[in-house]
C-alpha cells in the first residue's frame, strides 16, 4: 500500500500525541500554510527533513541505480 508523505505524516501525529498545529509551530509554518501542504503533499526534502527531526523520526531516502546498485 503507498502513502504519500502526507499521510505518514498525519499516522507519525497520531502516535506522538501531536497536533497538526503543534507541528506547524515547531516547524515556524502557519497552521493553514502546513494543512495546505499536508492536503497538496507538497514537501521539499530540506522540510521533510526538519518535520522528521521535530517527530524524533529517522528519514531516508535513497536512489538505487539498478544496472549498477550504487546507492545515491
Given at each position: ?12 501525529l497520531k502516535?506522538?500525541n ?7 509551530e515547531k516547524?515556524?509554518q ?8 499536508i ?18 523520526c529517522?528519514f ?13
Open positions: 500500500m503507498y502513502l504519500t508523505i502526507g499521510e505518514k505524516i498525519k499516522i507519525i502516535r506522538r501531536m497536533t497538526l498545529a503543534q507541528l506547524a516547524t515556524g502557519s497552521r493553514q500554510n502546513f494543512s495546505n501542504k492536503n497538496r503533499d507538497n514537501f521539499s526534502e530540506k522540510e521533510i527533513l526538519e518535520i522528521a527531526n521535530v517527530l524524533d529517522t531516508e531516502t535513497t536512489f538505487i541505480m539498478n544496472d549498477s546498485g550504487e546507492r545515491i
